[in-house]
């Protein structure tokens, strides 16, 4: 299995497309598709979305998007196109053997998080919220999308989890739910209460 996310975590941490000298974006035309813009509108059908690099430059109807010489155009009639989907509640770098995720190290949590990005994009999952991972993955995660050496979806992370004495998880614990001071104030920083 860590062989496997090795394989994978190394072709997401290679540079996708990429090239030191400055180049024009890629551009590319998606044509002839139904198109579900998530604002409640009706779905339209034989739509145009313009692709620049990572920016959706232009959607409408095929005959109000003007494609420009040189684009790769992909047919793509019979197909859906919507916005991507948000998961708000996920732990990227959990296993999903109990025992194994207990005692993995920061660098197999990294890795397994790395795999899970892939599979969700895969998916048409674009942003994800974590809720509780280990700081570690998630601080190498965004070094790596900052740097360009990765190419995935948004990633939020929330950190450690604060709960009630007995409560869910194993993070930090009030004294009583109804005494949570010294909790928050950890976790708020240098907050003065």
């Known amino acids: 299995m860590l062989r496997r996310l090795s394989a994978v975590a190394l072709v997401l941490i290679m ?7 400055q180049s024009a974006p890629t551009r590319i035309a998606l044509v002839g598709a139904t198109l579900i813009d998530g604002t409640g509108a009706a779905p339209f059908s034989n739509a145009t979305v313009l692709i620049e690099g990572t920016r959706i430059v232009a959607v409408g109807p095929r005959s109000a998007v003007a494609v420009p010489a040189g684009t790769t155009v992909i047919a793509v009639a019979n197909k859906f196109v919507l916005p991507g989907f948000i998961d708000l509640h996920m732990h990227l770098t959990y296993s999903t053997d109990y025992p194994t995720f207990q005692f993995q190290t920061d660098a197999e949590a990294t890795l397994r998080g790395f795999y899970f990005l ?8 674009t942003s994800v919220r974590d809720v ?6 998630i601080k190498a995660a965004a070094a790596a999308f900052g740097l360009g050496l990765a190419s995935a979806i948004r990633v939020f992370g929330v950190s450690k989890l604060i709960t009630s004495t007995g409560g869910h998880a194993a993070g930090p614990a009030p004294a009583s739910p109804w005494r949570c001071s010294s909790t928050e104030r950890r976790a708020a920083g240098s907050a003065t209460w």
Do not use: K, T
């Open 118 to 125: 892939e599979m969700f994009q895969r998916l048409g999952i």
């Open 132 to 137: 509780a991972a280990s700081v570690g993955p």
């Open 15 to 21: 540079p996708l497309g990429r090239s030191d000298a």
